[in-house]
């Protein structure tokens, strides 16, 4: 088995900054990619932001320039920095991480998701 738990969203005015973080724990031999999706009401989900265990990184074109993806690999951690928030950034945020569990498999887990609420 293998947990993801998320923590820092939260409600922000037009503009803020609010960090995400996300821990994987349980069965893990080592972890490959680890990133964020976010999903607004009536949209589908969306990649925000990846990064590969050597620390090459993606993102969506609406979040280039703002948002930087991070981790920590001793503690099985990514981060989401997230400055310059825009009302459209307003979702539920899902972290994930793509997992080479205990036996040698490999696995996509996912966290519970946590809103993120840019409003003044």
């Known amino acids: 088995q293998v947990q993801l738990v998320e923590s820092g969203g939260g409600l922000v005015q037009p503009g803020g900054s609010l960090r995400l973080s996300c821990a994987a724990s349980?069965?893990?031999?080592?972890?490959?990619?680890m990133g964020w999706y976010r999903q607004a009401p009536g949209k589908q989900r969306e990649l925000v932001a990846d990064?590969?265990?050597?620390?090459?990184?993606k993102y969506a074109d609406s979040v280039k320039g703002r948002f930087a993806i991070s981790r920590d690999n001793a503690k099985n951690t990514v981060y989401l920095q997230m400055n310059s928030l825009k009302p459209e950034d307003t979702a539920v945020y899902y972290c994930?991480?793509?997992?080479?569990?205990?036996?040698?498999?490999?696995?996509?887990?996912w966290g519970q998701g946590t809103q993120v609420t840019v409003s003044s």
């Open positions: 994930y991480a793509d997992v080479l569990a205990t036996g040698w498999r490999r696995i996509t887990s």
């Open positions: 349980g069965s893990i031999v080592g972890i490959y990619d």
């Open positions: 990064i590969a265990r050597d620390g090459s990184t």
